[in-house]
């Protein structure tokens, strides 16, 4: 690169520098955030507990609820169960709806980890609340949405709640404050590439 282009490079990056810098300054609010990962792409777990391990590095509290999830072993759950001081982690599903084949189950199942969920959420010692999966329980119908929003939108000013799973309900897109549509370009699975350990689970 000659010298004139490095210096265009330069004084295009001082600007954008300060372009950004004027943005960030009107940013001085600080509040907790319901969060929602939806879409039919991988990725809206994995992003979710990626948010968890930040909560723990900022030596945060964080409570996990897997809805559906929860017949099978995890590596989220054996890397959470070492940071107990930090993290309650509760698988409570027994797997798809397809294989349970029980809706009365289902929506037991379903209402024992809500229970769980607002129990954590009123729980002033979390400062963040993982609800993984609920998303799929409100499609079914096996919880109420307007309960669900009535928990969040009660919820502590400053603490964060995360909700997961495909076909949000537009209510809890619309009460959100982050929304993020995970949206799937290829997946191994269609090529006959079944879930692997590390990857999937």
């Known amino acids: 690169m000659s ?3 490095e210096a265009r490079h330069a004084e295009k990056m001082r600007k954008k520098q ?3 810098a004027k943005i960030m300054a009107n ?3 600080e509040k907790g955030l319901l969060i929602v990962h939806t879409g039919k792409g991988k990725g809206k777990t994995s992003a979710a507990l990626g948010m968890v391990v930040r909560a723990i590095g900022h030596g945060m509290r964080v409570g996990v609820v897997q809805f559906v999830k929860g017949a099978m072993a995890t590596g989220e759950k054996a890397v959470f169960d070492a940071f107990p001081d930090h993290v309650e982690f509760k698988p409570m599903g027994e797997g798809f709806t397809w ?3 029980d809706r009365s189950r289902d929506i037991a199942n379903a209402r024992a980890a809500w229970d769980e969920v607002k129990r954590m959420i009123a729980d002033p010692s979390y400062a963040m609340v993982l609800a993984d999966e609920l998303n799929i ?3 079914y119908d096996y919880l109420p949405v307007d309960e ?4 969040v939108n009660a ?3 400053m603490k964060h709640v995360i909700i997961t799973g495909r076909n949000a309900p537009d209510a809890l897109v619309e009460a959100a404050d982050l929304v993020t549509d995970m949206v799937m370009v290829k997946h191994p699975f269609r090529s006959g590439v079944k879930a692997q350990k590390g990857i999937e689970f």
Request: without cysteine; neutral net charge.
């Open 99 to 101: 294989n349970t084949q």
């Open 27 to 29: 940013k001085t609010q």
């Open 18 to 20: 300060a372009a950004q």
């Open 148 to 151: 669900v929003l009535a928990a």
């Open 155 to 157: 919820r502590d000013p």
């Open 3 to 5: 010298e004139a282009d």
């Open 137 to 139: 329980v409100l499609r």
